[in-house]
């Protein structure tokens, strides 16, 4: 239970307590907390680093003309250093990956580079949505504009790094405009179980030590195709346009590094899983 706005601390223990005691206390109560064995959590499938997975499906509806991919980048659960440099890396590229992808090539009206994060794992992604090119094409031209950015990453200036890490702690410092998106905040670190509400004067605070060098060694550990800890996997939906390179994509070889998914329930069950960043009931935990 979360109480928000102007409540003293003695007040929203009273209230969960009445609450508690409302629903387990009374003489003729059927409710009882759940055993931590009956307490079900979410978790994230590990990608296999220097993997490349790929999944390639037919659209359902067929007379929809759009094809897209998402790439997917898995890069690490939930920790502060790591957080800034994948932040500052999508600030960086995100507005370049738009003028290449969409401007440029006019690959797709729908095209974004983003970050996400799933039960506390972050990732990068690449959307496409396109009519115009298949989505084995799309996903190759996200790499291509990967191994084109490396060069940037490496000739970043002095300047332009600490342009960029000022302007991300500015938008870290920037206040809540109401009360609905700072309860978004605090539940998303419960319902994720990283219990980190000091999350923005940890980040700043490292934000403002991080040096050049420790941005590209991340970067080149992590991000850049061939690196030794990138995993990744492309979810490619061809429309009926596409038809024909969709029988193509399928019967070609898997290159090297490649692992291609048919199955995707069996290939979850056959991946490891990030572990969990919260327990069962009154057992959450900040480790």
Not at 12 to 20: K, R, T
Not at 54 to 78: A, F, M, P, R, T
Not at 152 to 181: G, Y
Not at 241 to 246: I, M, P, Q, T
Request: proline share 4%; aromatic share 10%; glycine share 4%.
């Amino acid at each position: 239970m979360l109480c928000s706005r102007n409540i003293e601390p003695g007040e929203a223990e009273s209230i969960v307590q009445e609450i508690e005691d409302t629903i387990f206390n009374t003489p003729n109560s059927v409710f009882k907390p759940m055993s931590p064995s009956q307490y079900l959590v979410k978790r994230v499938i590990m990608l296999e680093k220097e993997i490349k997975c790929c999944y390639q499906i037919e659209g359902l509806n067929q007379k929809n003309e759009n094809s897209s991919v998402v790439q997917y980048i898995q890069v690490h659960q939930d920790d502060a250093l790591s957080n800034i440099k994948l932040e500052l890396f999508s600030l960086i590229s995100s507005q370049p990956a738009f003028n290449q992808l969409r401007t440029v090539e006019q690959l797709g009206y729908i095209t974004y580079l983003s970050l996400r994060s799933d039960r506390g794992v972050w990732a990068l992604e690449v959307v496409i949505q396109s009519t115009v090119k298949d989505p084995s094409y799309l996903d190759s031209r996200i790499d291509e504009f990967f191994k084109t950015f490396e060069s940037k990453i490496h000739e970043l200036s002095d300047k332009d790094f600490k342009r960029n890490v000022k302007s991300l702690i500015d938008s870290k410092l920037e206040k809540f405009n109401n009360l609905w998106e700072e309860s978004g905040f605090y539940w998303g670190e419960i319902e994720a179980g990283t219990l980190k509400f000091d999350r923005v004067e940890s980040e700043v605070a490292l934000l403002r030590e991080l040096k050049k060098e420790e941005f590209i060694e991340f970067f080149d550990e992590y991000i850049k195709v061939d690196a030794p800890q990138r995993r990744t996997v492309s979810v490619q939906v061809f429309s009926g346009n596409h038809l024909a390179e969709f029988k193509k994509a399928i019967a070609e070889a898997d290159p090297p590094k490649t692992c291609r998914i048919t199955d995707i329930f069996g290939f979850k069950r056959s991946r490891p899983l990030h572990r969990s960043l919260k327990g069962g009931p009154g057992l959450i935990t900040m480790d």
